[in-house]
């Protein structure tokens, strides 16, 4: 059975960092692409990060160059740091799986599986 499970956020203040992970189980790991969303209050879920079947990376331009996503393939484990955090990183943060080899990551619409998703919280 498919199943993902996020840890790590919380609440930190603008300059911080955080560490997100998304436990794996089932074949979701080995899925084509997988990626990191977010969710803040009253706006539609959008790409943060993520990991091309290639293992090629893509970012947002609004983390690029402060979220870091990675992978540990013996723990089925994916990992997005997070640093320089800025009051609009304030968000729920979900991890996400998909089964196609479209190439772009960003359609959330696109995804197959989903984790429950946790809160990140950056205060001024």
């Known amino acids: 059975q498919e199943h993902l499970v996020e840890s790590g956020g919380g609440s930190v203040q603008a300059g911080g960092s955080l560490r997100l992970s998304c436990q794996a189980s089932?074949?979701?790991?080995?899925?084509?692409?997988m990626s990191w969303f977010r969710q803040a209050p009253g706006k539609e879920r959008e790409f943060v990060a993520g990991?091309?079947?290639?293992?090629?990376?893509d970012y947002s331009d609004s983390v690029k160059g402060r979220f870091t996503i990675s992978r540990n393939n013996a723990e089925n484990t994916m990992y997005l740091q997070m640093n320089s955090l800025k009051p609009e990183d304030t968000a729920v943060y979900y991890c996400a799986a998909r089964v196609n080899l479209a190439a772009s990551l960003w359609p959330a619409a696109q995804y197959d599986y989903w984790g429950q998703g946790t809160q990140v919280t950056v205060s001024s």
């Open positions: 990991f091309r079947w290639s293992g090629t990376t």
């Open positions: 089932g074949r979701t790991f080995s899925s084509p692409a």
